[in-house]
């Protein structure tokens, strides 16, 4: 009898790790101008950029120099705006809430230098719903991210 609650109560441990990890992997943003890995950091969740369609400076740029790699400019942090945008994490310290949801973390929109409080819900294996807002979730702004696996590969 204790083997069989143990078994049981193994597999439902299992079963819970298996459905927080279905966010791990490769993510196109809204735009398809970038791709952002979602992976464990500790027992959370962190995103960095992996991909970015156009990684440097174009020749017209008033950003940067021209055909370098794109940098953080935007970001309060003084010593952080020679950071490049690719490999830059975006996604920090998301917890899972249970119900294809994950609560908590932050999200870093490098466009505009802001950290947002986030929320995160996979609506399918191929579609996540990652919400930025400032206070309450109500006041937010949410972007819809494809699995890269299943998405055109740019």
């Not at 400076?57 to 309060?76: A, E, I, M, R």
Request: net charge positive; charged share 25%; with cysteine.
């Amino acid at each position: 009898m204790v083997m069989a609650v143990s078994t049981v109560l193994l597999f439902i441990t299992i079963s819970a790790h298996a459905a927080e990890d279905t966010i791990l992997g490769i993510w196109d943003n809204q735009e398809k101008d970038a791709k952002i890995e979602i992976f464990k950091c500790g027992d959370r969740y962190c995103g960095k950029i992996v991909w970015l369609k156009n990684p440097d400076y174009p020749q017209d740029s008033k950003d940067g120099v021209p055909g370098t790699p794109k940098l953080d400019h935007n970001n309060p942090e003084p010593q952080s705006r020679k950071t490049p945008i690719l490999g830059l994490e975006i996604v920090k310290d998301f917890t899972y809430a249970g119900d294809s949801k994950w609560v908590d973390g932050k999200v870093y929109d490098p466009k505009s230098g802001r950290t947002y409080s986030g929320k995160m819900t996979l609506v399918s294996p191929n579609q996540l719903n990652l919400r930025g807002f400032i206070g309450i979730s109500l006041f937010g702004r949410t972007a819809t991210w494809t699995s890269w696996s299943t998405s055109s590969r740019a």
